[in-house]
């Protein structure tokens, strides 16, 4: 039987939707969490609103800071000492850009958040320092990458690289036991898709077709899958 008593769990992405239903639902499970997000005060809500929430601690850090990640993680195993024994990267930024506005830059940010920090984070947190054996990752995809839409290119790209990264990294780890799931989700009424709903329907009913495609989920049914 699987127990997250006293188990030790980074979760990005924890200041709001589905990140900050899985750490909620983590601690109430017994698990010792540590929340990474941009947002100081949203993580401290997220805290707040956590099983004893002295158990827990968090980080505010910008994932688009890809080349101080090591020192990321280094500071959250070191602070108490005690290994990792999962990691759940539910960080991610929305992109809604038509071909013809897309650039490097755009596209750069979106990469660097959905996909880039992803790798960096599993490559730090895989190293023997830093978890324990049997350890566990899970990413959170999204099913737009099975049915894509128009104007999604940087944000499927950077969905669907990291499916990629999970099934290859999972052969690498292997020697060391670390098993990477990843969920594909519908769509999830967070935050984040929200603000972009009003973007999208200038053009478009985007909560009609994705309908069709699933049922609309609230982030609480999707953090009882992670």
Same mark, same amino acid.
């Given at each position: ?108 940010? !979106?990469?660097?958040?959905? *996909?880039?920090?992803?790798? #960096?984070?599993? &490559?730090?947190? =895989?190293? /023997?320092? +830093? ?53 594909? !989700?519908?769509?999830?009424? *967070?935050?984040?898709?929200? #603000?972009?709903? &009003?973007?999208? =329907?200038? /053009?478009? +009913? ?21």
């Amino acid at each position: 039987m699987i127990t997250f008593e006293n188990k030790k769990i980074l979760i990005t992405g924890a200041s709001s939707g589905i990140g900050r239903e899985i750490a909620i639902h983590l601690s109430q499970l017994g698990a010792k969490v540590v929340l990474i997000a941009r947002d100081e005060n949203r993580l401290k809500e997220t805290l707040n609103l956590m099983q004893q929430p002295e158990n827990h601690k968090y980080f505010s850090y910008d994932l688009e800071d890809i080349d101080n990640i090591h020192r990321l993680v280094t500071n959250c195993v070191e602070y108490d000492n005690i290994k990792f024994d999962a990691f759940v990267h539910c960080a991610g930024v929305p992109a809604v850009i038509p071909l013809k506005v897309l650039d490097y830059k755009k596209f750069e940010k !979106v990469l660097k958040i959905n *996909t880039y920090s992803y790798l #960096e984070l599993i &490559k730090h947190l =895989s190293k /023997k320092q +830093n978890s324990n054996e049997e350890s566990a990752v899970v990413y959170l995809s999204s099913i737009m990458t099975k049915y894509p839409t128009s104007s999604q290119i940087s944000y499927l790209m950077s969905k669907a690289s990291a499916e990629s990264i999970s099934k290859t990294i999972s052969i690498e780890l292997l020697k060391r036991k670390i098993r990477i799931n990843t969920i594909i !989700v519908g769509a999830v009424l *967070t935050d984040m898709v929200k #603000e972009t709903e &009003k973007f999208r =329907s200038l /053009k478009f +009913n985007t909560k009609n077709m994705l309908s069709n495609i699933n049922k609309t989920l609230e982030p609480k049914e999707v953090s009882n899958m992670a």
